[in-house]
């Protein structure tokens, strides 16, 4: 039988208490890119109406795109699970993908993703009668030019059902290698460092 804490509030608890949580808490940690296959897996059958391709397939394509302009692992595997917030969050789904790769990427592969909706609006705004020239405000930031050409190089270009696309099993070492780094590494995350596409 698994040890449990002493307490029912959290702020009772004791350094011993957290201590054993932490340690409970490594494998299920370690099966975090199980649980984001699996949700990639959903994509490929919980399409939206309308598109020629799955949400998966999308990924996979604007992923295809990256590996063979040369992108590294970082980009390749955000432009990957760049709309993996779809399924739980299809309004703000940037910013919940963002999340998903933010402890593992470099800070500008996941101010790219987080940013993306806003970018994408510049094809299609006008249609809504939205502004589709709200990326503007983030005009002077270092990873405005980034971020504009991921939308324009892999996402928005990434809905082709003819287009020759990589499969998950190809990308998945990848993602694997990702997702086990260590959370937060200040040498893999290079806050502010922005080096471009």
């Given at each position: ?74 980009w390749i595997v955000g432009a990957l699970l760049h709309d993996v917030g779809d ?56 990873c405005f030019d980034t971020c504009a050409a991921f939308c324009e190089r892999w ?23 990702v997702f086990a780094r260590k959370a937060y590494d200040p040498a893999v995350i ?8």
């Amino acid at each position: 039988m698994t040890k449990t804490v002493t307490f029912t509030q959290m702020k009772d608890g004791t350094a011993e208490d957290y201590a054993l949580l932490e340690e409970l808490e490594k494998p299920y940690l370690a099966l975090t890119p199980d649980r984001v296959l699996e949700e990639l897996n959903r994509q490929d059958t919980a399409t939206l109406d309308g598109y020629k391709i799955t949400r998966l397939h999308h990924g996979l394509q604007a992923a295809t795109r990256a590996e063979a302009e040369g992108a590294d692992i970082d980009w390749i595997v955000g432009a990957l699970l760049h709309d993996v917030g779809d399924g739980l969050a299809p309004q703000n789904h940037d910013r919940f993908s963002a999340e998903v790769i933010r402890p593992f990427v470099r800070w500008e592969v996941a101010w790219t993703v987080e940013h993306h909706g806003i970018f994408q609006t510049l094809y299609f705004g006008h249609h809504y009668g939205w502004d589709r020239n709200a990326r503007d405000e983030f005009r002077d930031h270092p990873c405005f030019d980034t971020c504009a050409a991921f939308c324009e190089r892999w996402d928005q270009s990434s809905f082709d059902p003819d287009y020759v696309t990589k499969p998950l099993s190809h990308f998945e070492p990848m993602l694997r290698e990702v997702f086990a780094r260590k959370a937060y590494d200040p040498a893999v995350i290079r806050e502010g460092e922005a080096i471009g596409l």
